[in-house]
C-alpha cells in the first residue's frame, strides 16, 4: 500500500510565506510527475506545479515566480515553497503523483492518479 501524507499548510497573512511538504511511503520503486493542485471553495480543483522524476517543472501562470516546487527522489517527496501569498491563494492544497510503481507485498503494482489527502492553506488580507 502507498500512501502520500502532506503537512505544512496553514493561516498566513498577506506577503507570507508557506512550505508545504508531500511524502510518499510504502514500498516504491519509481515515480513519475509529483505535484501540487488546489481547490478554492466554489472552483474546480487546478494545477498549481508540477515536477518530474528529472527536475523539469511547469507552474501555473498565477504562481510563476512565488512559488518554488522541489522534489527528493531518494526520499520520495515533494516539496512547494510559496513566498508572498495572496488572498486568492486560499485554498485546499492536494499532492498528486501521475504514476507510482510499487510492491504490495505480492506484486508490483502500477498506480496512477495518486492524491493525497489535502491541507488548508488560507491567507487572510
Keep these: 500500500q502507498v500512501h502520500l501524507v502532506e503537512s505544512g499548510g496553514g493561516l498566513v497573512q498577506a506577503g507570507g510565506s508557506l512550505r508545504l511538504s508531500c511524502a510518499a511511503s510504502g514500498s516504491i520503486f519509481l515515480i513519475n510527475n509529483m505535484g501540487w493542485y488546489r481547490q ?42 510559496m513566498n508572498s501569498l495572496k488572498p486568492e491563494d486560499t485554498a485546499v492544497y492536494y499532492c498528486n503523483v501521475d504514476r507510482i510503481r510499487y ?17 488548508q492553506v488560507t491567507v487572510s488580507s
Design 103 to 119: 510492491y504490495n507485498g505480492r506484486s508490483v503494482r502500477d498506480e496512477y492518479d495518486y492524491w493525497g489527502q489535502g491541507t
Design 40 to 81: 478554492a471553495p466554489g472552483k474546480q480543483r487546478e494545477l498549481v506545479a508540477v515536477i518530474s522524476s528529472g527536475g523539469s517543472t511547469n507552474y501555473a501562470d498565477s504562481v510563476k515566480g512565488r512559488f518554488t516546487i522541489s522534489r527528493d527522489n531518494a526520499k520520495n517527496t515533494v516539496v512547494l515553497q
